[in-house]
């Protein structure tokens, strides 16, 4: 009953809560449960609560592609970070049509990184690198978007490092729009393990095959995170 309740008051204030790694499973939840509000409500604001490490450069942009898309048709999208949004959580931020973060909160960019497992030539490893360096150019062009910095000035902040930035030198940068405390609307907890979406009337989907609760943010590919 109290998660019912729970679940209840969150999507009454739709409210999705990106936490922890950004990966297939993460991507499945935010395309269907947004689906789901727009469907319901396409008019209704939404808000993009954010506190990540970041995850596969894949899911991000599954993820990013699909909200730009959404708000480029009329969806009132925006993005909060209360925590930290690192390395490709700090990319999703930026498709919010505002984009904000609590005082306390910080963002992180560096460069994007693969796993290279045994078996693999140096024609191989020389053709992943080139791939992930492509990966790491489009990361960086989302973040300049709305930013005072250019894209290869952003790269050159990150190279070789974890960047660490501020919410108040993240606003001076254009990041993000605003510092600000979570409004009312904004349920910043989370119940442990996964929670299915309860929007009035529809039907919850069933999980996708073969993708379980958690998978591991390190497969499928290139990571930020």
């Not at 409500?41 to 939404?46: F, V």
């Not at 490490?53 to 592609?65: A, E, K, L, N």
């Not at 030198?169 to 979570?182: C, Q, Y």
Request: aromatic share 8%; charged share 20%; with cysteine.
């Amino acid at each position: 009953a109290d998660t019912w309740k729970w679940e209840e008051a969150k999507n009454a204030r739709r409210v999705y809560t990106l936490y922890g790694a950004v990966d297939d499973n993460e991507a499945y939840s935010f395309r269907t449960t947004l689906t789901r509000w727009l469907d319901y409500d396409a008019d209704r604001r939404i808000d993009v609560v954010i506190n990540s490490g970041g995850g596969s450069v894949f899911s991000g942009f599954s993820i990013y592609d699909w909200a730009k898309g959404a708000i480029a048709d009329g969806a009132d999208i925006h993005t909060q970070v209360i925590g930290y949004a690192a390395s490709m959580a700090g990319v999703l931020v930026q498709f919010g049509k505002t984009r904000t973060a609590t005082p306390n909160s910080h963002l992180m960019v560096h460069e994007a990184s693969s796993l290279f497992h045994g078996g693999q030539t140096a024609s191989m490893l020389k053709d992943q690198s080139e791939f992930i360096a492509k990966l790491q150019i489009r990361c960086l062009e989302v973040l300049a978007e709305r930013s005072t910095m250019t894209s290869t000035e952003i790269g050159d902040r990150s190279e070789r490092r974890d960047w660490w930035i501020d919410a108040n030198e993240a606003l001076t940068l254009g990041f993000i729009d605003n510092v600000t405390t979570p409004s009312d609307a904004v349920l910043t907890t989370r119940l442990p393990g996964p929670v299915t979406p309860i929007v009035p009337g529809i039907i919850p989907l069933p999980p996708v095959p073969g993708i379980g609760p958690y998978p591991s943010h390190h497969l499928g590919g290139p990571t930020m995170g």
